[in-house]
């Protein structure tokens, strides 16, 4: 984003100066997210320091089997935010969807992005890779060697949205073009994965902004998710919860129930078994959430989403009593490490795969 010189500001604190962003918007923004992330209100002012003389950090980030929803989500938004600002600051270095290059040009720019920011820049990846030869390919490149490619010299991998975190709905049954996520293939690098289809914006920029304040990745849970964000099940966060815990159901969408806002578990709500901030960020800007529209969550941000259970099936109760545990579990491991997180999914996936319930 270019100042009325027509450059691109060269600092954070610069590029919201640019745009009108007052010290006190930029403060609250700042005391928000430190919140999220779990930080202490000490930690404010330093944040606010380290993000406003934060240089502009390179980013590369892949599309493979996606449906652009992801980068939607981020980009979407009606009115300008500092989250959005501070996704705009970023040195976008190669988006397939957003760069004005194409064909040659565009590759040769994510080869000298590359090649100038070696072990510095964040690779960022939605949509899973499919396995299968000739199935998807840029520039002739196929997603693979790609994927290979690029994080070869990655500080760090952040999974944007279900498909590349977890695989998603490419690698839902029949998953004909042998879709993997990302963490099945790069097993030496820090990775975060963001899930959700799409993903919460505010997670995506929190933990970017948490990477530019800190120089680290946060904290993370069993699945590989900032706990900041994926710590509690959205049936912990739901204002439905009192309903539930009273036996208060709708039973059907029309019914006296559904009109009085009564609890949507008996309609396949899958919110007691799905981590994610939906019922306390809100989307679109804190409007609102599925939830809050009349719909139950359908899970998009767990891994198996679309193929654990039918959308209106409702979850087995011995089922979550087993998901809060494990949550809990995961709260108390905050401390786990990208890489060790990886492993622990990956054992996960292992055993999914060897559990006939899951089949
Ligand atoms: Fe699209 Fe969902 Fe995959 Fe994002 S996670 S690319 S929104 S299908
Ligand atoms: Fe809310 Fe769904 Fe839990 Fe009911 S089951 S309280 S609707 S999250
Ligand atoms: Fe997805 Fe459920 Fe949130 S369907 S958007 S995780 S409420």
């Not at 089997?65 to 935010?81: F, N, V």
């Not at 590759?107 to 939605?126: I, M, P, S």
């Not at 994927?147 to 991998?157: F, H, M, R, S, Y």
């Not at 690098?189 to 990745?217: D, E, F, S």
């Amino acid at each position: 984003m270019a100042n009325e010189s027509g450059s691109s500001p060269a600092t954070l604190g610069g590029l919201l100066r640019s745009q009108g962003v007052s010290r006190r918007a930029f403060l609250k923004f700042c005391s928000t997210t430190a919140s999220l992330l779990a930080l202490p209100v000490t930690a404010v002012p330093a944040m606010a320091e380290a993000l406003s003389s934060a240089r502009r950090p390179s980013v590369i980030w892949l599309s493979f089997q996606e449906c652009t929803g992801c980068t939607e989500a981020l980009t979407r938004s009606h009115a300008p935010t500092i989250e959005g600002l501070i996704f705009d600051f970023v040195s976008l270095d190669y988006h397939h969807t957003l760069q004005a290059a194409s064909g040659e040009a565009a590759e040769h720019a994510r080869e000298q992005a590359q090649h100038e920011n070696a072990g510095k820049y964040l690779l960022l990846v939605d949509g899973s890779v499919p396995l299968t030869e000739h199935c998807s390919t840029i520039a002739g490149i196929s997603n693979l060697q790609m994927l290979k490619d690029c994080a070869k010299d990655a500080a760090a991998i952040i999974n944007v949205g279900t498909c590349s975190a977890y695989g998603g709905l490419p690698m839902a049954k029949p998953n004909p073009t042998n879709a993997v996520p990302v963490g099945d293939i790069i097993t030496d690098k820090p990775i975060v994965n963001i899930p959700g289809c799409p993903p919460m914006p505010l997670a995506i920029t929190g933990v970017i902004a948490h990477y530019l304040t800190m120089g680290a990745l946060p904290d993370l849970d069993h699945l590989g998710r900032p706990l900041a964000f994926f710590g509690e099940s959205i049936h912990d966060r739901c204002y439905r919860r009192p309903f539930y815990d009273q036996g208060k159901f709708a039973e059907t969408f029309d019914d006296e129930g559904a009109r009085k806002g009564w609890c949507l578990y008996k309609l396949g709500c899958k919110a007691p078994t799905t981590y994610n901030a939906c019922a306390n960020l809100k989307w679109n800007q804190g409007v609102s959430f599925p939830i809050q529209s009349g719909h139950g969550c359908i899970g998009c941000s767990e891994p198996r989403f679309w193929d654990a259970s039918g959308v209106y099936q409702s979850v087995p109760q011995g089922q979550f009593g087993d998901g809060a545990k494990l949550g809990a579990a995961a709260v108390a491991g905050a401390a786990i490490g990208a890489g060790a997180a990886m492993l622990a999914r990956k054992k996960k996936t292992k055993l999914d795969a060897e559990d006939p319930a899951t089949q």
